[in-house]
């Protein structure tokens, strides 16, 4: 039986209030597994625009407005849509 370890991840603190939600995600491979962490950070008309009358909420990636950035598990960037 194959083993997948995992280590907890820190959250970096925010400087400034925003929305946003990470998804990790675990790749297999032929030799194991690759891992990576996107982040969104939705605009806000398309956030509440998404979101349902009895408050939760309703991500559909094919109308995503917003930056995605790409991060490795210790939270350095692998790529961004930011400009900034």
């Given amino acids: 039986m194959d083993c997948l370890t995992l280590k907890p991840l820190t959250i ?5 209030k925003t ?7 675990l790749v297999e491979m032929e030799n194991g597994y ?5 982040s969104y950070e939705p605009n806000l008309e398309w956030y509440y625009s998404n979101l349902a009358s009895d408050g939760s909420y309703y991500f559909d990636i094919k109308n995503y407005q917003g930056e995605i950035t790409k991060y490795s598990l210790e939270w350095k960037v692998i790529w961004t849509t930011k400009t900034s």
């Fill in 12 to 16: 970096p603190k925010m400087k400034e």
């Fill in 19 to 25: 929305i946003n939600f990470e998804n990790l995600h």
């Fill in 34 to 38: 690759i891992a990576y962490i996107l």
